[in-house]
Nanobody
Framework: QVQLVESGGGLVQPGGSLRLSCAAS????????MSWYRQAPGEQRELVAK???????SYSDSVKGRFTISRDNAKNTMYLQMNSLKPEDTAVYYCNAGVWIGGSSLYQNYWGQGTRVTVSS
């Protein structure tokens, strides 16, 4: 019913920047809170940043001051601007969204397929 598609991952040197996007499509009435998670090899998935439907943001301590989450409600798209990247930021990044399904009273949580970010020289 709803798809989340991430893009923008890749290989970047330490200190570099990347911008991730998460585009939502399908039977969307409205998007609630949206979040970025990441999972490094051998680690559990962790919350990186969250943005509410009203635009309030929160970040994990490990990325605060370096990453910026934003959203364009007209495009049903969320972004993650990542600056001053470190090798420890290497992970698969996933987007997550709470969605009110169009034409129904259903509220469901969706995940994207992930985009890989590698920070290495």
């Amino acid at each position: 019913q709803v798809q989340l598609v991430e893009s923008g991952g890749g290989l970047v040197q330490p200190g570099g920047s990347l911008r991730l996007s998460c585009a939502a499509s399908g039977r969307i009435f409205s998007l609630n809170a949206m979040s970025w998670y990441r999972q490094a090899p051998g680690e559990q998935r962790e919350l990186v940043a969250k943005i509410t439907s009203g635009g309030s943001t929160s970040y994990s301590d490990s990325v605060k001051g370096r990453f910026t989450i934003s959203r364009d409600n007209a495009k049903n798209t969320m972004y993650l601007q990542m600056n001053s990247l470190k090798p420890e930021d290497t992970a698969v990044y996933y987007c997550n969204a709470g969605v009110w399904i169009g034409g129904s009273s259903l509220y469901q949580n969706y995940w994207g397929q992930g985009t890989r970010v590698t920070v290495s020289s």
